[in-house]
């Protein structure tokens, strides 16, 4: 598939979220790659013990054709899964396209068993600032206005609480960059269609886009973000999603005024009152 002349995004991303796995110490008998594409964390997977039997699920047939052990076309807004039908859910760089991702995410919540663990990457709102801020600029100066050119996408400041209002207990969500340079933005524009992450926007303009709005887009990136080699930096911001299943042996928190100790007297400090306690 030509997916693989494109896909070094996906393949670097997939072993900084399988690494996670080393600092976990359990196994995983049975797990899913939900929106696998071709295959990135199965290539990565082997070199790891702590999956057993990994399934392989993508929207696009085509995608699904591509793995190496059981796969299902299958579209993330209607799991076909059953609940408890597996330890670990994987997914890489997929589910920023899902239209309904709190929907999406409580039916993964319901696929794990309980205390299963959901680890997933999805391109956060940082992503291609450079790129959206050219094209915004060059659209108004030639167009007089501009249309949405890059899907909106998750802020870090959400991520948790979209995996605490799905059903997930113990969330976490923390983010990465990755910072990619062309040639130019011509050159960006290509790879973002090899790897499939092109304008998908209902609201997108569908009217012709005039080619001199592309040219001075792609202007404007050189003069205001290419480094002292002249090539033009990309931004990338990969959001990290972790949770579990919510089970009775998981850690929970106190009840509030519960503590047995002071916070003052574990730092070895004096407690200064913050003022009169309300009426």
Not at 94 to 102: C, E, F, G, I, K
Not at 139 to 144: A, F, M
């Amino acid at each position: 598939m030509e997916f693989h002349r494109y896909d070094f995004l996906f393949q670097e991303i997939a072993t900084r979220l399988t690494d996670r796995l080393e600092d976990i110490q359990r196994t995983f008998p049975i797990a899913l790659d939900l929106g696998c594409h071709a295959g990135a964390i199965a290539n990565v997977l082997p070199r790891r013990s702590a999956v057993d039997w990994l399934a392989h699920s993508d929207i696009s047939f085509q995608m699904a054709k591509c793995a190496t052990s059981t796969a299902l076309v299958a579209d993330e807004e209607a799991l076909p899964f059953a609940d408890n039908a597996f330890d670990l859910v994987l997914s890489n760089l997929s589910l920023h396209w899902v239209n309904d991702l709190p929907g999406a995410l409580t039916q993964i919540q319901h696929t794990l068993k309980p205390d299963g663990l959901f680890l997933a990457t999805i391109l956060g709102g940082d992503t291609l600032v450079e790129f959206r801020d050219c094209l915004l600029s060059a659209e108004s100066e030639i167009l007089g206005g501009a249309s949405p050119r890059i899907s909106p996408m998750v802020a870090l400041g959400d991520a948790a609480g979209l995996l605490q209002r799905a059903g997930f207990a113990l969330p976490v969500a923390d983010s990465d960059t990755i910072n990619v340079t062309y040639d130019n933005a011509f050159k960006l524009m290509a790879d973002l269609r090899g790897m499939a992450e092109a304008n998908a926007i209902r609201e997108r303009t569908q009217r012709f886009t005039p080619r001199s709005v592309f040219m001075r887009a792609a202007k404007l990136y050189q003069d205001r973000y290419s480094g002292p080699e002249g090539r033009i930096n990309a931004t990338f911001e990969v959001i990290y999603l972790h949770g579990w299943s919510p089970h009775d042996s998981q850690q929970k928190p106190l009840r509030p005024g519960s503590a047995s100790q002071r916070l003052a007297d574990a730092l070895d400090t004096e407690e200064q009152p913050a003022g009169e306690k309300p009426v």
